[in-house]
């Protein structure tokens, strides 16, 4: 009797392990359609505009764990990162972005304005150059990244 008890537990075991096993070998997430993502993407802009970085946080990462190439979720994931002051995840996200699309000029001026509040100030004026390459005859972000380089890298709520 002991043996065939042991035996429904070793079975029993190995049938929920084999299950498991193969639950966690199929991923059940799936790529976001292109209008899920630019509603994901509107509702962390909704947030960041509240100053709910965390939740915008939680929200893009589910956005860039499903679709890896979306550049605008990416450079969004870095200004929240920045605006909690995790410097190191904030750039990782804009290069990112960059790496996705190099003439991104949101990802440009919110890296250059990183790199000014992290007293990295070479590094701001190339990226400042880039952006006036990109931008001849002006843009919103250069404009707002020259205002922080004019501010000595202080950035306001309203350079969102």
């Known amino acids: 009797m002991r043996f065939s008890f042991a035996a429904a ?11 498991s096993a193969i639950a966690a070998s199929t991923s059940t ?8 993502v ?15 970085y965390d939740r915008a946080i939680s929200v893009l990462n589910d956005v860039v764990e ?8 990416y450079n969004l994931l870095g200004f929240s990162y920045r605006k909690t002051k995790d410097f190191n995840r ?3 996200n804009y290069k990112r972005a960059l790496r996705l699309n190099p003439d991104h000029k949101g990802a440009l001026e919110y890296v250059g304005e ?10 701001a004026e190339q990226t400042l150059a880039k952006l006036e390459a990109l931008c001849p005859n002006g843009c919103d972000e250069l404009d707002q990244l020259r205002r922080a380089f004019a501010s000595g890298g202080q950035t306001s709520k309203a350079n969102w």
């Open 90 to 92: 904030a750039e990782r």
């Open 66 to 73: 499903t679709n890896p190439r979306e550049a605008d979720a």
């Open 114 to 123: 990183l790199y000014l509040e992290t007293d990295r100030r070479d590094e």
């Open 29 to 36: 997430t799936t790529e976001l359609t292109p209008a899920e």
């Open 9 to 19: 537990i070793v079975a029993t075991s190995l049938a929920l392990g084999a299950g």
């Open 38 to 52: 630019r509603t994901q993407i509107a509702n962390a802009e909704s947030l960041i505009r509240e100053e709910n």
